[in-house]
């Protein structure tokens, strides 16, 4: 079996993947894709992933995996344990819900192509853009932990006692808002604990854009 | 067991879950939140939904179910007849590719609340709010037509010889594109067949925003 990851250091959509696959203790092969020189574009990559985003994941022959919450339930369906979503229907939504609450209501707008679009296309000056990251990603963090503070579900991760996707994809923004503009959580304090509880992780720790090889070749 | 889902007749995300609903052969009460009012901001709904977004949806007792993607994952795991998922994990993760490309990386961009931000805090003019508009939806269908025409797995619908989340997405998606800018489908001959085919089955017309009782209240 050859598995192989798609990703670049800085890319939030990457991270969730690299989290998942350690936590399923599979090793693909790294193949990284510079979006800050637009390798995504190259008419290889576009054979691969034809939105030229990242992640992009090979699992043996077959056509490549794309979109990273369709990767993760994949890779849930196809290496079962540990488990990435609860057992019954209701609580596989809620999780679900967590994770798109950050996945699909807030990171959607603040990917490189939206910002080039915002800077290019619409003529709008660096703070003002900074604003618009700062505006959709705290709304996601503001929605997440509402959700996480009135339910007796939410334990140590934002599900009972063991990561899921939620805890993944809350990672993943967390850690985008903190390099963007060095988000302080504790204004979230359900949030602020779970993600260190998932930082004291292995999978989360390997998983950090600081820690891939090609953050360390551009540092 | 009571079955009610909140909706608005123009939310891409509601119309999604109604043509899901209407395909397990379910009928949910429809209770009507109308987001040109801002109704969703109210304190009543936002204990529904904390991201104070449509749809929710209420099955029985226990926690309100949200986010449209979960949603759909939701009713296809608890009335799993007629599926709308197929059943090997890499078909699944087409599947699911294939509507994300559309609810994931096109839609966010769209939804009122982003418009607002654009006119409000950037003073993006019309015309310009109206390209941006379209250039996210024309992406979307030139990505989910290049993964379409590729692939030995489409059929008469997105995936083989039966409606799935996919189909789901993209008529959601393309009639959002119709009744913004007036879309032509012809230039995506795949998504334009599927489309036809999809809008002669009683599930999706009955669904469309048009036939809804709070579209007809307001015209």
New interface residues.
Partial sequence: MTLQLYTWWRSQASFRVRIAVRLKGLEPEMIFVDLARDEQLSSGYRELN??M?LPTLR?GE??P???S???L??LD??YPEPPLLPKN??S???V??LA??L???SH??IVPR?RK??AE??H?EEA?RM??LK?WLEAGFQ?FE??LS??TRTGNFCYGEVPTIADICLVAHATSAQMLYGADLQRYPTVAEIFQTCMDLDAFIGAHPHQQPDALATA
Avoid: K, S
């Fill in positions: 034809a939105g985003v699992d077959g056509p995996l794309v979109q919450l369709a990767i339930e994949y369906e196809q229907p209701r596989r939504a809620h679900r819900a798109q609450v996945a699909v209501d959607p707008l939206v679009y915002l296309e619409l709008v003002a604003n618009w505006h929605t509402h959700m009135r339910q």
